[in-house]
């Protein structure tokens, strides 16, 4: 069995200062393949920044918009009900998901700010919002 082959992508830091910038080499890699990370250097301290996710928003987005508790919702309301019925069951149950998603998701976003968002809001300060 031989080792998967991987693509290398070699980097030139002296025009790649930002890699969200351009972003070419995200767009050619999947981030399951290709990771972003940032050093940020202050004072001649190096400090690594993740990109990432914070774990602990995620696993509460996960339990409280458990998957498997929506279709079961949603495969109950439809029970015996013409097509017209379930289409509607279901517009109505996973918009209420979908919304409700969302807005936990923001929320959450603010109370566990990743880099990525920083990022951002640094670019609004920056650009007045443009």
Request: glycine content about 6%.
């Amino acid at each position: 069995m031989t080792a998967p082959r991987y693509p290398t992508i070699e980097i030139d830091a002296s025009k790649c200062t930002v890699p969200f910038d351009c972003k070419k080499c995200l767009q050619a890699c999947p981030q399951a393949v290709f990771l972003v990370t940032a050093v940020k250097v202050e004072r001649d301290e190096a400090k690594n920044y993740s990109y990432e996710l914070n774990p602990d928003m995620l696993k509460l987005l996960r339990e409280e918009f458990d998957v498997d508790k929506v279709t079961s919702k949603f495969a109950e309301a439809i029970k015996g009900k013409s097509a017209g019925e379930i289409e509607a069951e279901g517009k109505a149950i996973f918009e209420e998901y979908g919304r409700n998603w969302i807005r936990q998701s923001l929320k959450l976003g603010e109370e566990y700010p990743d880099r990525t968002y920083e990022v951002l809001l640094e670019a609004i300060d920056k650009t007045g919002g443009y």
